[in-house]
């Protein structure tokens, strides 16, 4: 099933569809708050296809774009900068297409019109696999070190010496 998702994914990626996605995501990636209010309607498209998500390789696919997002966001929130320019610009692309209503098989056709979003999600996380990686592990060594933060929070407020103020709930 993924063989074919991921020949199908291909396939979109050289569609003049996806090439102007590209080119709308270049210039949306200098504008973060509307970067931003795209990545947002992702969410809401991802917890819905999260509900009819079956097998463990589409959960697998979900969890890889909610990946993708997370990483996107750190990227221009500035707090990672592990990625590259073209694995930016592909991924904001594939989340265009993934949050467009009508693309090459529209989403209101049941199951049909998401086989095209999994394949081009397919396609992506095979295209940026090693950066998602990166991004992983950075994330898993940043979380680390927030648990230390806030361990080092909660032994500081217990003998009264609160020098982080305000930053004392880590996220």
């Known amino acids: ?27 949306m990636l200098g ?3 509307e970067a931003q209010a795209e990545l947002d309607k992702a969410e809401v498209k991802i917890d819905n296809l999260n509900e009819v998500a079956n097998t463990r390789d589409q959960k697998g696919v979900v969890e890889d774009l909610r990946t993708t997002l997370r990483m996107i966001r ?5 707090s990672y900068s592990g990625v590259s320019n073209k694995a930016m610009v592909l991924s904001m692309a594939s989340v265009l297409y ?17 086989i095209d979003d999994l394949g081009l999600l397919v396609w992506l996380g095979a295209t940026i696999n090693s950066e998602l990686d ?12 927030d648990h230390i933060e806030e361990v080092e929070v909660v ?11 305000e930053r004392a709930t880590v996220k």
Do not use: C
């Open 1 to 27: 099933m993924l063989q074919h998702l991921l020949k199908r994914g291909a396939q979109i990626a050289k569609t003049y569809l996806f090439f102007w996605l590209k080119e709308r995501a270049e210039k």
């Open 31 to 33: 504008r973060d708050k």
């Open 134 to 145: 990166k991004f992983v592990e950075w994330e898993r060594v940043t979380h680390k070190n």
């Open 155 to 165: 032994a500081n407020k217990l003998e009264g010496n609160d020098r982080f103020g």
């Open 98 to 114: 993934f949050i467009m209503p009508i693309d090459m098989v529209p989403d209101f056709i049941p199951m049909s019109g998401l």
């Open 74 to 78: 750190a990227q221009l929130g500035g």
